[in-house]
């Protein structure tokens, strides 16, 4: 028996979870097809979900296609939640990217097929609601050939589009044009076809071999609605996309993609097994794979239960092995994107960071203690969705990727904790870098320093995207490593706030100076603390010499930018032009193309929400908006954005002195 874990993935509204329905009925998973409309389907189990009509969270349910055991994930179409989607990517063997055969390639069409060639997940294409008004087939496969820059090869004919008796038939596609295809990654192929030898089995074995490779997409046309073209489909997943790869004698690793808690709170981790087994009662290894800021090695956790998926549902195992994907009991420190075991570097993930950030607003009944607790399980499930808690001001922030997840949040919180919430404005998430090089020192002396350390730093530029990198000019032998540590550890959480109150990346930081005093002791008496040093003074002093020497390096605040990509009328350029223009949107580049025109640039994360909205009016309705993160740009012009400190602000030596220690400097 052949394992194959599938995601299916789409434009929202393209039909992704009709399709779903359309296929576990033709399996044999359901007796009657569940509607989106209704809010009965299989995999949208989320009560916004069904409400919305939208997918949010991944679901996973199985079944059978002759020999090969299909674990099916569906996946969130809307870009609110590209996060869930990347990870769901990350487990798969295969993907199915449905399209509607009405409007075609779409935004979010074109950021799932990059990233889907990114990652070299081999991916079937399926033309959805061919049997709807306007449905277009030789339209659709010009988009998908140009506009996702993706080779791709009917795999039959479709009669009647438009209508509700559409139909499509599989056929072995046309010698000429699949080698024109396929002859960039197959010179013998070109080479027998130059020689009159070509047949259509063996274009046929190519084809099939390039899908595995994920060098070719084969599409298939049907309406999920009528289940035209759906066992074609299904044959095509069975012929032509590869069964997971596993070892089961190989050691144990595995990736943690989704966390949800059961009836009874207990959290429940989803695992792709990649090699091993994995058995009830194991102790296994749990960390970070260096994704998602998931870190080190957290030690060895306990699995107390197994279930895995079968036939559209789950059962309960002694035993897991590799290929497979499990829900696993007992993992309760587990987080999205930690592995179990070994980590993989293959299929490196990469996240575009939340560029948005609200504050929460509790309701009535909604007590600031139980809502953080809440918050904080939301983030568990989502490691993207970072919180941010001030406690002088007794308020939590989270940040986000778009305006959809606030209503997510919302609900989540009155459905599963009985909380009701608010929000504030929406407003973007900053950063500072270091705009120089800073250096402060602070030794031991009792009269100005009430700490018993001496700890000299310097701060400098680092290249973008580098993060934070911590370094000696000390000796390390020259006082305890667990002072080196707290020293280490305090200016990493310093960093979380800089001179305007957004977090500081992008820097070197260095030790160039340190000192203690060793453990002192009365004659038959035991410790002195005001005669010895403890980790406590250097986690105390740190975030003072810190703070001077980003204060002498001084710092630019950066605001995050979104690419962008309009396509629209030609003729309303006029009218979209100004309005970038005041939304501080950049055009880089403008190619005309006909009675069309598509407009590239980069605009600030804070307007994007409001130029989505305007597009369409603009337009005629004829407008398409892309965006997502690209970059980070010094602030320029105007009052540079403030972030409220929640910490002890040591910028202000008098005031951080007085929260730590009590009392005032002399």
């Keep these: 028996m052949h394992m194959l874990n599938l995601g299916i993935l789409a434009h929202v509204d393209a039909g992704k979870t009709s399709l779903t329905e359309r296929l576990l009925h033709s399996v ?7 509607s989106v409309d209704a809010g009965s389907t299989q995999t949208d189990t989320l009560a916004l979900e069904r409400r919305r009509g939208i997918t949010i969270k991944s679901a996973v349910v199985s079944f059978r296609i002759d020999d090969v055991t299909v674990n099916l994930i569906d996946t969130p179409g809307h870009p609110d939640f590209i996060a869930e989607v990347e990870r769901a990517l990350g487990v798969l063997d295969g993907a199915v990217l449905v399209v509607s055969a009405v409007e075609g390639v779409q935004a979010q069409t074109r950021i799932l097929m990059r990233t889907l060639r990114r990652l070299r997940i081999p991916t079937l294409v399926f033309v959805n609601k061919i049997d709807r008004r306007g449905a277009r087939v030789e339209g659709v496969l010009r988009e998908l050939a140009e506009r996702l820059s993706a080779p791709v090869l009917p795999m039959g004919v479709v009669t009647g589009p438009g209508t509700a008796a559409a139909r499509f038939t599989a056929v072995e596609p046309a010698v000429e044009p699949a080698v024109d295809v396929l002859a960039d990654h197959d010179d013998a192929l070109l080479s027998a076809y130059v020689d009159g030898a070509v047949t259509r089995d063996r274009v046929r074995r190519a084809i099939v071999a390039q899908t595995r490779r994920a060098l070719v997409h084969p599409v298939y046309f049907g309406s999920a609605t009528t289940g035209a073209g759906v066992p ?46 994995l058995r009830v009662r194991d102790r296994v290894p749990l960390g970070g794979d260096g994704g998602e800021g998931s870190g080190a090695a957290r030690g060895a956790t306990k699995v107390t239960a197994i279930s895995v998926f079968d036939q559209g549902t789950d059962v309960r195992r002694e035993e897991v092995a590799a290929g497979r994907i499990a829900r696993l009991w007992g993992l309760t420190e587990a987080r999205v994107g930690d592995c179990l075991g070994e980590p993989r570097d293959e299929r490196r993930r990469f996240f575009a960071p939340p560029t948005l950030e609200t504050v929460v607003v509790p309701g009535p009944g909604a007590d600031r203690r139980s809502l953080h607790v809440a918050l904080a399980r939301l983030a568990e499930q989502d490691p993207l969705i970072g919180l941010r808690h001030d406690e002088v001001r007794q308020e939590t922030s989270v940040s986000l990727y778009g305006e959809i997840q606030k209503e997510v949040v919302q609900a989540t919180l009155a459905e599963d904790h009985g909380l009701q919430v608010a929000f504030r404005e929406t407003t973007p998430l900053c950063l500072e870098r270091p705009a120089g090089v800073g250096a402060a020192a602070e030794f031991i002396k009792k009269d100005a320093n009430p700490f018993l350390a001496t700890v000299g730093l310097r701060v400098e530029p680092a290249a973008p995207g580098s993060g934070v990198r911590f370094g000696l000019e000390v000796e390390l032998g020259s006082m305890p490593y667990a002072f080196f540590k707290a020293v280490e550890d305090s200016v990493r959480e310093t960093l979380g706030q800089g001179l305007h109150g957004w977090q500081v990346t992008d820097c070197a930081v260095t030790m160039t100076h340190c000192g203690y005093w060793p453990r002192q002791s009365h004659a038959h008496q035991g410790f002195d603390k005001s005669m010895s040093s403890t980790g406590y003074d250097f986690r105390g002093l740190t975030p003072l010499v810190l703070a001077e020497a980003l204060r002498r390096a001084g710092t630019l605040v950066h605001e995050p930018m979104h690419r962008f990509r309009v396509e629209a009328p030609a003729d309303t350029l006029g009218a979209l032009l100004p309005v970038l223009a005041a939304a501080r949107a950049v055009p880089r580049a403008t190619d005309v193309r006909g009675k069309r025109c598509v407009l590239e640039g980069t605009a600030p994360a804070a307007r994007v929400h409001g130029l989505e909205q305007r597009v369409p009016a603009l337009t005629r309705g004829e407008g398409e908006w892309e965006s997502g993160f690209d970059h980070y740009a010094p602030v320029v012009g105007g009052t540079l954005p403030e972030r409220p400190r929640t910490d002890h602000d040591p910028l202000h030596r008098e005031e951080y002195l007085l929260r730590v220690t009590g009392r005032m400097a002399n």
Excluded at 233 to 260: C, N, Y
């Design 28 to 34: 044999g998973v359901i007796d009657e097809i569940g």
């Design 232 to 277: 074609e489909l299904v044959a095509g997943i069975a012929e032509s996309l590869p069964a997971a790869d596993g070892d089961r004698e190989g050691p144990l690793s595995g990736t943690v993609f989704k966390v949800e808690r059961g009836p009874a709170g207990e959290k429940i981790a989803y695992v792709r097994l990649f090699s091993g087994v």
